[in-house]
């Protein structure tokens, strides 16, 4: 995180003592400062070295690169829902994983302030559109708090250091050819801040109104008529190398259904791409530099967030990875697919910048199996739902529940079976089976058992030790897979299975024959699988996660990925907290309410 926190702070730093002019463009900070004006550091080395000692610096490179995860940045239109919480619960656990493992990794999510969409929203509400952005964007960014996301930067498109990257960004577009200025005729949609052509809309009877419309395909979102002179980016001119991208990445958007339409569009629907709207229409936005009768398209504004955050523009010569770019996953809703993999590609292949590593797209939430909207009032406020069921409930039944491919269906029903099943009759009741009983110490198994590491375990004992020595691998190989949620549920089953485990072995019932060693060979076990599912759980359910360790007796500095490995731990076994009573005593207590 420092280094994050670094790459941000000298790019600001820089900008404000030493500006910069190419070709015309001077940063926003520095004209209100009237500072005088001088170059960024050439984006190309000229420095001659040897083969042999780039190589090595590029693998250097390569291996001091932190792990960069993002969210979408969120409009700052409306307040959050639960869609919202959702992109960023899966970012955090990807994050957190990689923290896990060992790895420096940065989590960057923010809002989008800047458009049409927000404009009339401001507008509606007879509010200066920053007014309206200070006020929902502080709502976000208490959400990412009450959810206890881990972000290392929550980025807002109104930061003065984000206007300079941005207006720096339009600089290079323009210098390297690709923006031309052209009379623009087409489809405009407010609600997707996007242009469509005429084969992606269709005649449509509007739910609210009964009138009929003309609305995109895609969406189904209300489009308008548009005619307007303004900026446009080449983007066909891209069409060949971003197949051939795709073609040569072939797991670089995931799920895979989504990356076909994604090839699909650039094969059959790729047009020159609007990039700026007059200001006359739209003020509310960056102006584009020298031409302050054109603002510059909100999606563009907004896709350049993921390398301000990491120092853009103020990159050294091949030191972009300090910051975190290339990012290692986008995670972003089905609904933003194309603008992610087919315009930002693009815009970053026209100034030769590397490409994100991956795109992971999530299916959306509904609520009875329909379209969450405000107008219907099915609409899931995540700060309630926080507060209702608590916020590792809710981390854990959005990430169980929700899913990659499809889309995913909001019930309070589902949360009550989630926590019962799972949470409360699953882990919490393995740990007091495993824990509270008299007749057997925790401790004394883990002492006795890691020393000797008998090889004689009984058959039943055997069998679930090879079922436990596989959990974290595929767990990891669905975290490698983009797949929080499946990696979620090989967790869970080793709770399951450790459950039917030692109620088959039923050490109580042992403890009274006087037969020890199956007693302390099944708690052992059972005190394994129960270490190491907590140390797996951290990225998932936090809170409750630390809390099981240390009523299990693992040390804070014994958590780590290296130590969820059988007999990697002797110094467990006894508890660092009180334990309490009745329902205090209980990991997942009842729930006040359930429904």
Known sequence: MERFMAASSRRFSTLKVASVRRNGWVCQSCRAHRQTQMRFTSTTSTTNTTSSSSSSRSLRRQNDKPYYVTTPIFYVNASPHVGHLYSMLVADVLKRWEVLKGREAYLSTGTDEHGMKVQRAAELQDLHPKALCDAN??????????????????????????????????????DSGYIYENKHEGWYCVSDETFYPDNMVEKRVSPMTGKTIIASIETGNAVEWTEEKNYHFRLTAFRDRLLEFYRDNPAWVVPGNRFSEVIDWVENHLEDLSISRPTSRLNWGIPVPDDPSQTIYVWLDALVNYITTTGYPVWQPGSEHVGGWPADVHVVGKDIVRFHCIYWPAFLMALNLPLPKQVLSHGHWLMSKQKMSKSVGNVVNPFFALDRWGVDTMRYYLIYSGHVSEDADYNNA???????????GGLGNLLHRVTRPKNWSVRQAVENMTKTQDPSLLP??????AFLE????????????????????????????????????????????????????????AAESLRIVGILLQPFIPEKASELLDRLGVHPDRRSLEDAVLYRDDSYGTPLVDLGRGSQGSLFPLLPVED
Do not use: C
């Open 137 to 174: 964007a502080e709502t976000f960014k208490n959400l990412a708090k009450k959810a206890n996301i881990a972000n290392d930067r929550f980025i807002r498109t109104t930061d003065p250091e984000h206007r300079d990257a941005v207006e720096y960004f339009w600089a290079r577009l323009r």
């Open 460 to 465: 039943l004992v055997q069998n679930h030790r």
């Open 414 to 424: 589902f949360i009550v079976e989630r926590y019962k099943k799972g949470l409360q």
């Open 470 to 525: 596989q959990v974290v691998e595929k767990a990891d190989d669905q975290m490698k897979a983009l797949n929080p949620s499946w990696a979620l549920k090989e967790i869970m089953e080793a709770v399951f299975e450790t459950n039917k485990f030692f109620q088959e072995a039923a050490p109580w019932v042992k403890s009274k024959e006087g037969d020890t060693v199956s007693v302390e060979q099944t708690v052992f076990l």
